[in-house]
C-alpha cells in the first residue's frame, strides 16, 4: 500500500510561513532542489489544498521557460506538470496540470487511494495536513528544517490533544544549514531515503 508522506518545510521556530504568508526565509539551493527533484520524481501523486495548488500552478507549469531558473528549478517544472495532483479544496471548479479536485478528506476515499498502484503520496500544506493527521492518515514526515527563526507566522501543526507517537526513521544535513528529520509511525517498515 502507498504511503501518505507529509514533506514541508519550516523555520527553525516551527512555522511553515510568515504572517503575510513570506517564504523568503527559505535556503532552498541547488543541492536542497535536487534533493527534493529526486524524492518527488518517484511519487504517484502531489496532495494539496486550494492555496497551495494554485500558487505552484502560477508559477510551475512555465518555470522551465524562465531564463533566471536553475536547471533544478526546470526541472521540477516537468516533474510538477506531469504529476497527477489532487487538490482538496470546497469552493475550486477545476483545476488544470492533471489535477483532479477532491472536495473533502474523507478517509475511505483517502484509503482507497492508497491502494492503488503507483508510488507514495506526497502531502503538502498546513491546513491539509492538520485534516490528515485529525485521521491518522499521515504515515510519514518529511520536516526540513531551515536555519533561520521567523518569530511569527503559521505553524507546521496546529495545537491538538493527540500524542502521535513516532519513530525516526533518518536525517541528513544539506550544505545550506537545512537539516532533514525523517518520521515514521513506529509500525512502518524502514525505507530507503
Not at 6 to 14: H, I
Not at 67 to 85: L, N, Q, Y
Amino acid at each position: 500500500m502507498r504511503k501518505i508522506i507529509l514533506m514541508m518545510s519550516v523555520s527553525l521556530d516551527g512555522f511553515i510561513e510568515g504572517p503575510d504568508r513570506q517564504i523568503d526565509w527559505h535556503r532552498v539551493d541547488d543541492e536542497l532542489h535536487l534533493h527534493f527533484n529526486e524524492q518527488l520524481r518517484t511519487m504517484g501523486a502531489f496532495l494539496s489544498g486550494r492555496v497551495t495548488h494554485e500558487l505552484m500552478a502560477d508559477f510551475w507549469p512555465t518555470a522551465d521557460s524562465d531564463p533566471s531558473s536553475t536547471g533544478p528549478m526546470a526541472e521540477f517544472a516537468g516533474i510538477w506538470r506531469d504529476m497527477p495532483k489532487i487538490v482538496f479544496s470546497r469552493t475550486l471548479e477545476r483545476a488544470d496540470w492533471n489535477t483532479t479536485v477532491m472536495r473533502d478528506v474523507v478517509v475511505d476515499e483517502i484509503m482507497a487511494l492508497k491502494a492503488r498502484p503507483g508510488g507514495d503520496l506526497a502531502l503538502g500544506g498546513a491546513d491539509l495536513a492538520a485534516a490528515f493527521l485529525r485521521h491518522d492518515l499521515i504515515d510519514e514526515y518529511r520536516i526540513y528544517v531551515h536555519p533561520v527563526l521567523i518569530g511569527r507566522g503559521k505553524p507546521l501543526f496546529p495545537a491538538s490533544d493527540a500524542t502521535i507517537a513516532l519513530r525516526l526513521a533518518g536525517t541528513r544535513t544539506f550544505g545550506n544549514g537545512v537539516v532533514l528529520l525523517r518520521y515514521e509511525r513506529p509500525e512502518a517498515s524502514p525505507s530507503p531515503g
